[in-house]
Structure formats: structure tokens, C-alpha cells
């Protein structure tokens, strides 16, 4: 997963976990990921609202993707084409 970052496991800090994920995608795998979802549910009612607030602060928009598409098509427009040392 690209956009989630387990709290558990991802060794990211507190602001940057979001949720759960599990690997590899087997049953038992799952299976443990939703245990420790609903463990956290239940018993930890603090990090779940953190993983909450995470979970909606991050952005998905095509916002900054699209500024740098832009930008390289500007700069390819203006002549400035990046040198990648291949002839």
C-alpha cells in the first residue's frame, strides 16, 4: 500500500501512520490486521482517533501531481529539457 502506512509496522511516527496493512495477502494476514484494528477500536480509543485525524488530513487530490506535470511541460515549452545523460 502507497498510501497507508500501518501504525504497528511501518515504522513511520505517530503523524504519519494511517491504518492497517498486511502482507502478504493471505487470510491470515488479514485476518491479523483486522484483529489489530479492532483491538485498537475497543481498547486503544486515543489511537484510533489518531489514526482517524491522520487518515483525513492527507491529501489525495491530483492538487501536487498535476503542479509538477505542469511544471515540466512549462519548462519543456520554454526549451529547458533536463539533461539525463543518456545520447
Known amino acids: 500500500a502507497d498510501t497507508v502506512f500501518d501504525v504497528d509496522f ?3 511516527d505517530d503523524q ?3 491504518g492497517y496493512t498486511f ?3 493471505t487470510n491470515a494476514g488479514l ?3 483486522l ?3 479492532i483491538d485498537c477500536w475497543f ?3 486515543e489511537k484510533w482517533r489518531k489514526l482517524m485525524v491522520n487518515g483525513m488530513s492527507i491529501d489525495f ?3 501536487h501531481p498535476a503542479d509538477k506535470y505542469l511544471s515540466i511541460y512549462r519548462d519543456l515549452v520554454a526549451g529547458k529539457i ?3 545523460g543518456n545520447p
Open 43 to 45: 481498547h486503544k480509543p
Open 10 to 12: 511501518s515504522g513511520r
Open 61 to 63: 487530490s491530483w492538487n
Open 31 to 33: 485476518e491479523s490486521a
Open 35 to 37: 484483529s489489530r484494528a
Open 23 to 25: 502482507e502478504p495477502p
Open 16 to 18: 504519519m501512520a494511517n
Open 82 to 84: 533536463p539533461n539525463t
